[in-house]
């Protein structure tokens, strides 16, 4: 199994029809990036910049994170690279930091909103991302805006850095997409107003799932209602790429749900340009793929959005698998 699945680490994600999709992959730390290429990342897809800022006693200078981000950069050799600026907050503590107990801290002020309170974090984030733009192809992403002025705040706190550090004679890439993460039900109902001030959407399903169900990510007794195939998720699914299209922008998907094969022939039937998800199972998502008709998933997957509920998805898209493609 193991030689069999080796045989697609070079080859491209096209479905059987030629449908051409990325795989790509979510990495954590510096280690995961060589395991990315060793399952034939085409690209990474998420880099939780958490890490950096994790398991230490201070906040890492912007020195530190420019080789960090440069590291990746250079290893991945001009292949996409999406950094999500800092996701703090919510289950992610940083005990130095000293923020304020919250009683609900996944609605809290977790990531993009504590950015937006403490600049400075912010801006040394961001400097540390343009000085390392110029050694790949990077993509900067924000992670749980819930309204467009947030994406437009962030967006000008970034330009002004760049000027000041083109000002100050540093280099900066010309060509870096900005994305934003859409994983707040709001995000993805009004994608169409975010659309076109963004390059891509990257879908983050694990917190998208959880706000759109109210139930807890990590709480068991609730994990009956976790339901990624459930019509009113895939729905969302839908706007948001709808949303992009009309834009003629990319969506990917960085949540859980991208690498559950319960999941993919939907999420190809709907249009989805790029799966990121765990080194471990690109290889096996990408032979799936490979045995897929994309025009038959485009429709089995607009026949799913009107059935009665996830248990009704999940069997309708079994029988589809087992009858053929
Ligand atoms: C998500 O919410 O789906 C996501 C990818 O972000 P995280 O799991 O880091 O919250
Ligand atoms: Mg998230």
């Known amino acids: 199994r193991k030689a069999e699945l080796a045989a697609w680490v070079n080859k491209p994600s096209v479905s059987e029809d030629g449908h051409r999709v990325e795989l790509a992959a979510n990495i954590g730390n510096l280690e995961d990036v060589q395991k990315a290429l060793d399952n034939g990342a085409e690209g990474i897809g998420l880099f939780r910049t958490e890490f950096l800022y994790m398991g230490r006693a201070t906040l890492p200078t912007e020195e ?36 304020p107990k919250e009683s609900n801290p996944f609605l809290g002020q977790r990531a993009l909103r504590l950015c937006l309170a403490n600049e400075e974090l912010f801006r040394t984030q961001l400097r540390a991302l343009l000085r390392a733009s110029r050694f790949g192809n990077l993509k900067i992403m924000f992670p749980m805006i819930a309204v467009r002025e947030e994406l437009l705040e962030a967006k000008r706190i970034l330009e002004e850095e760049k000027q000041s550090l083109i000002q100050a004679g540093a280099e900066v890439s010309d060509s870096i997409e900005i994305g934003m993460m859409i994983e707040i039900p709001s995000a993805a109902i009004s994608a169409d107003l975010f659309a076109p001030h963004v390059d891509f959407f990257s879908i983050g399903t694990n917190d998208l799932i959880q706000y759109t169900m109210a139930a807890d990510r990590m709480n068991e007794t609730v994990s009956y209602l976790y339901q990624p195939s459930h019509p009113s998720i895939l729905r969302l699914i839908r706007m948001v790429i709808e949303a992009a299209r009309q834009e003629g922008k990319w969506v990917g998907m960085c949540g859980e749900m991208a690498g ?29 793929i490979g045995n897929l008709s994309y025009a038959k998933w485009q429709s089995h997957a607009k026949h799913a959005l009107t059935l009665g509920g996830q248990r009704e998805v999940q069997s309708y898209a079994q029988e589809q698998l087992q009858g053929g493609k």
Request: hydrophobic letters at 40%; charged letters at 25%; zero cysteines.
């Open 64 to 99: 530190e994170q420019f080789q960090s981000y440069k590291y990746v950069l250079e290893k991945m050799e001009g292949k996409p690279v999406v950094i999500r600026t800092l996701d703090i907050g919510g289950d992610k503590e940083l005990p130095y930091m000293d923020l």
């Open 260 to 288: 559950d094969p319960n999941a993919v022939p939907l999420l190809l039937g709907l249009g989805l340009h790029e799966f990121s998800m765990s080194a471990g199972t690109i290889l096996q998502t990408r032979e799936m």
